[in-house]
């Protein structure tokens, strides 16, 4: 399982070698506001909903004083408004009041912060600050499932898993190419099997469609020659920057 995991990992790497963050940032503190928004919605839509977020609030100070009322209606295409909107004021606050205006670089500074638990640390970690993290969010735990190399369904288990199998050095890229690969080819519903270029290597290839023409109609993204879910992608990314809010 061990050696099929790793080669799963090289052969991801060689499918996804521009793989990266799904949210625009352009700091620390964007990046943590940008995933504390993600839950249970699109990165696709925080990115259309940021901009304006931050034209009104760029720093935690400034969030931190924010009127509730306003920044809910800013931020309600991204659902769950209200309950976000404390998040943001509470962990904008914390930050102004208990870090110097500064995302804190530790674990255990960032899971204090309100809204903030294990996944959204290790993305800013990660991403921000270069410390190696994995990122169990809803693809990642179905994938790694899916491809056995664990049962285990809460987050920090699987974590602590996949952590054994890999060399942390391997961490934070290893997340983005498996939640890439999740939300281009290997979906929930209707796994695009046919089309997947690691198929000899998944234990569970058969799940979804193995006819490589209906297979192919399933591949999202620049996979499947759309757009991807960031606005300001990087520049080696081979897809199509997102359109912005009321543009598609």
Known sequence: MVRRARRINRELAEIY???????????????LVATVLSAQTTD???????????????????MAAAVPEEMEEII?????????????????????DEFGGEVPGRLDDLVK????????????????????????????????????WTDEED???????????????EWTMLSHRVVFHGRRICHARKPACGACP??????????????PEKARKLLKYEMGGYPGQRLSPPADYPGKPAPALGNG
């Open 198 to 211: 690691i198929a000899p290597l998944c234990p569970s290839y058969g799940e979804g469609e193995t006819d």
């Open 76 to 96: 309600r295409p991204t659902g769950f408004f209200r309950a976000k909107t404390k998040s943001l004021l509470g962990l904008s606050a914390a930050l102004r």
């Open 113 to 148: 912060l309100p809204g903030v638990g294990r996944k959204t640390a290790n993305v800013v970690l990660g991403n921000a600050y270069g410390v190696p993290g994995i990122t169990v969010d809803t693809h990642f735990g179905r994938l790694v499932r899916r491809w056995k």
């Open 44 to 62: 696709l839509r925080v990115n259309q909903t940021t901009p304006a977020l931050f034209a009104a609030y760029p720093t935690p100070e400034d």
């Open 155 to 169: 987050p920090v288990k699987v974590e602590a898993v996949v952590a054994g199998i890999f060399p942390k050095s």
């Open 17 to 31: 070698p521009y793989a990266h963050p799904e949210l625009d940032f352009r700091n620390p503190f964007e990046l």
